[in-house]
């Protein structure tokens, strides 16, 4: 199997693409906690750290040339207007810039803030901040909030049916400002439909790591567990011999598949390649993140199709090429069934400034 590469002179490289990249947007509020701010950054810094000092060391990476996933996490502070906002210790922090559709992000966080200054957002805020989540949640981004920055997601309908982990004192209030929501007073953190809460500041780290899980190689994501959340590795023979495999063959199969999502490839191949038996390789998919090798795959070209979408003026045949489709209609039912809508209607809801302004 070989390495396809993107052709010279199109619109955007396979570098710019790539899976491992999350660009990550935390909502900057009025009164919010510097410490939620801070857990997340350090946890972000960490893990970029862990990238470098885990892959440098793999021999492997190098044998299969698969480049170094450099700064892979981008975080930026927004607020609203774009202006400096008074955390509750009264610190100003700035910001990068302003909620704007014009820019897509893959993690949208909103960190926690004393209740009574959450349920106190005026509802021209809260309708604007609602506007810029539902945005970016359609688009596929992870919103996650924690403590009292779950009254903004839940104001803007993302929560609609859902349960929201919140503090057991504030679960009646909750549940009267937010009827279509569940409060979750026992558990500490909920996630579904792509949204998180976590009701305590604890809670909040355990969140972040399971988010920030899926833009990261397995071995990369156990290590960072290992160091936030003391997760332990196994300790006996047998316990070592079902989870040390597992994890380098998933993370093997991950980083190939990242590099070659635009691929054709058998099964067969992939299992040759990372050692093991087609068996034993879709058994670790299946038991490590619930798929098979296929559908993985699928996940990352409809994911790099979204990105052409987004930032490119590219034509939606032209995309199907770019992400391994000869047929361009077999690629848009492929794209429908797995965002709920077709590339065209995507393109008009999520293109970002960059691709309106290259399509001129």
Not at 57 to 79: G, K
Not at 200 to 212: F, Q, V
Request: net charge neutral; hydrophobic share 45%.
């Amino acid at each position: 199997m070989k390495n396809a590469r993107a052709a010279p002179g199109d619109d955007a490289s396979i570098e710019e693409i790539r899976p491992g990249m999350a660009r990550i947007a935390i909502l900057v509020l009025e009164g919010c906690l510097i410490s939620s701010i801070a857990v997340l950054k350090d946890i972000v810094t960490l893990l970029r750290n862990l990238v470098d000092e885990r892959l440098a060391h793999e021999s492997w990476v190098i044998e299969m040339d698969i480049p170094r996933l450099r700064d892979p996490m981008v975080a930026r502070h927004l607020s609203l207007g774009g202006t400096s906002k008074r955390a509750f210790d009264g610190t100003m922090i700035e910001v990068d810039g302003p909620l704007s559709g014009d820019e897509s992000y893959d993690f949208i966080f909103i960190p926690s803030m004393p209740w009574d200054r959450a349920l106190a957002i005026a509802e021209s805020d809260l309708q604007r901040i609602g506007t810029f989540l539902r945005t970016q949640h359609e688009g596929g981004a992870v919103v996650a909030a924690q403590g009292g920055g779950v009254v903004p997601v839940a104001a803007s309908g993302l929560l609609d049916r859902h349960a929201a982990a919140v503090f057991w004192s504030r679960a009646v209030a909750f549940r009267e400002r937010f009827p279509a929501v569940r409060p979750e007073a026992v558990e500490t953190i909920t996630f579904q439909n792509n949204v998180g809460c976590a009701s305590t500041m604890a809670a909040g780290p355990p969140l972040i790591c399971r988010i920030l899980d899926r833009f990261m190689p397995a071995f990369v994501a156990t290590a960072l567990r290992q160091q936030v959340l003391g997760e332990d590795p196994p300790h006996t023979d047998d316990e070592m011999g079902n989870w040390e495999p597992e994890d380098l063959v998933v993370s093997r199969a991950r980083l190939w598949l990242a590099q070659n999502y635009h691929a054709q490839f058998r099964l067969a191949d992939l299992a040759a390649l990372v050692g093991v038996s087609e068996r034993s390789l879709s058994r670790h998919f299946n038991a490590t993140i619930g798929m098979t090798p296929h559908d993985y795959q699928r996940g990352l070209r409809m994911d790099a199709a979204a990105r052409l979408l987004r930032n490119t003026p590219m034509r939606v045949d032209q995309v199907a090429q770019r992400v391994g489709y000869k047929d361009s209609r077999f690629f848009a039912r492929a794209f429908r069934d797995w965002f709920g809508m077709t590339p065209k209607i995507y393109r008009v809801r999520n293109r970002t400034r960059a691709g309106r302004a290259a399509a001129k």
